[in-house]
C-alpha cells in the first residue's frame, strides 16, 4: 500500500489539507496526518482538525510522499520548524514525491529542492520562487516534486497525487465517484 504523510501546523489552509486527505483514502492511500502541535490544530479559517500523530514520531523515509498544504500563518509554521526540515531531508533521500500548495511551495524552494524545476505557487510567494522556473498552471510535476497554486486547485492536485501514486485507472474511477470535472490542461507535466 502506498502511504502519503501530510504536515499540519496552525493556520494551515483547510480546504487543501482536507481535500488531499480525502481523495487519497478514497484512492486506497494509507494518509497520516501529522501536526507541530499536540492535539486539534487550528486552520486560517478557524477549522479545527486532529492530527493523528506527532511530527515527531514520523520520518520521511516512511513515506511514498510527502504533502504540505498551504495558508498564512500555517506555511511559515511549517517553514521554521526545523522538524519540517528534517522529514523533507529524509523523503528527498529516499526519493519519493515531495508536493506543495498554495504558498507552502515557498518551503521547498527555500530548501533548495525547486531550484531549476518547473514549479507553481499561489502569486502571493512568487518572489521566493526565483531558483524554479515558473508556471501558472494550476498542477505542476517536475519529476518528484508536485506543486500547485491555491484552495481552488486543491482538487486538481489531490488527483495529480493520486495517479502519481496509484496510477490513471484508480484516478480516474475515483473521480467517477466524486464526479470531478478534471480535464488535463489543469496539469503541467
Not at 501536526?35 to 490544530?41: D, E, F, S, Y
Not at 517536475?142 to 501514486?165: I, N, Q
Request: proline residues 5%.
Amino acid at each position: 500500500m502506498k502511504k502519503a504523510l501530510l504536515l499540519l501546523a496552525p493556520g494551515f489552509e483547510e480546504i487543501e489539507a482536507v481535500t488531499v486527505v480525502d481523495i487519497l483514502r478514497r484512492g486506497d492511500v494509507e494518509v497520516t496526518i501529522a501536526g507541530t502541535v499536540a492535539g486539534a490544530i487550528t486552520g486560517r479559517s478557524q477549522i479545527r482538525v486532529l492530527a493523528e500523530v506527532s511530527i515527531d514520531d514520523v520520518s520521511g523515509n516512511d513515506f511514498d510522499l510527502i504533502v504540505l498544504p498551504g495558508g498564512q500563518p500555517g506555511t511559515r509554521n511549517l517553514a521554521n520548524d526545523a522538524r519540517v526540515k528534517r522529514i523533507l531531508a529524509d523523503a528527498a533521500e529516499k526519493e519519493g514525491y515531495l508536493s506543495a500548495i498554495c504558498a507552502a511551495p515557498s518551503i521547498l524552494a527555500a530548501q533548495g529542492y525547486l531550484a531549476g524545476k518547473k514549479a507553481t505557487s499561489h502569486p502571493s510567494v512568487i518572489s521566493e520562487m526565483a531558483a524554479a522556473t515558473y508556471s501558472e498552471d494550476a498542477v505542476v510535476v517536475d519529476g518528484r516534486w508536485v506543486t500547485s497554486r491555491a484552495p481552488g486547485t486543491a482538487m486538481a492536485f489531490a488527483f495529480k497525487l493520486l495517479e502519481l501514486l496509484m496510477g490513471p485507472d484508480k484516478m480516474k474511477e475515483v473521480n467517477q465517484g466524486v464526479m470531478a470535472a478534471l480535464s488535463p490542461p489543469a496539469f503541467s507535466e
